[in-house]
């Protein structure tokens, strides 16, 4: 499997963007789709998760409420659709898949996109 992630750009605070990544091969009900981020000089985050075979989905608090984790297993594609953009959003977003179940650390992810950077000004 591949990941194709983009979407990202410049947005001022208060504005939204919506990223996809597009999965090349298939992805099985037993895997779990996330997305991470990465500032400049801090580690790699986790931002939210979707498990492929249902509808659950988990985030992070600091994006809580203001994100939302979505899939159109057709297409399969999983997006981020990111509201109330803060200037403290601003990374490189990453999709990726897990290699087992659901988790919130990025060494459980064996599959990643290439990263799309979101930029949110002041």
């Known amino acids: 499997v591949q990941l194709q992630a983009y979407g990202g750009g410049f947005v001022q605070a208060g504005g939204s963007l919506r990223l996809s990544c597009v999965a090349s091969g298939r992805i099985f009900s037993s895997h779990v789709m996330g997305w991470f981020r990465q500032a400049p000089g801090k580690e790699r985050e986790f931002v939210a998760a979707?498990?492929?075979?249902?509808?659950?989905?988990y985030y992070a608090d600091s994006v809580k409420g203001r994100f939302t984790i979505s899939r159109d297993n057709a297409k399969n594609t999983v997006y981020l659709q990111m509201n109330s953009l803060k200037p403290e959003d601003t990374a490189v977003y990453y999709c990726?898949?897990?290699?087992?179940?659901?988790?919130?650390?990025?060494?459980?992810?064996?599959?990643w996109g290439q990263g799309t950077l979101v930029t949110v000004s002041s």
């Open positions: 990726a898949r897990t290699t087992g179940g659901l988790t919130y650390t990025a060494s459980g992810y064996g599959v």
């Open positions: 979707i498990r492929w075979s249902v509808t659950n989905t």
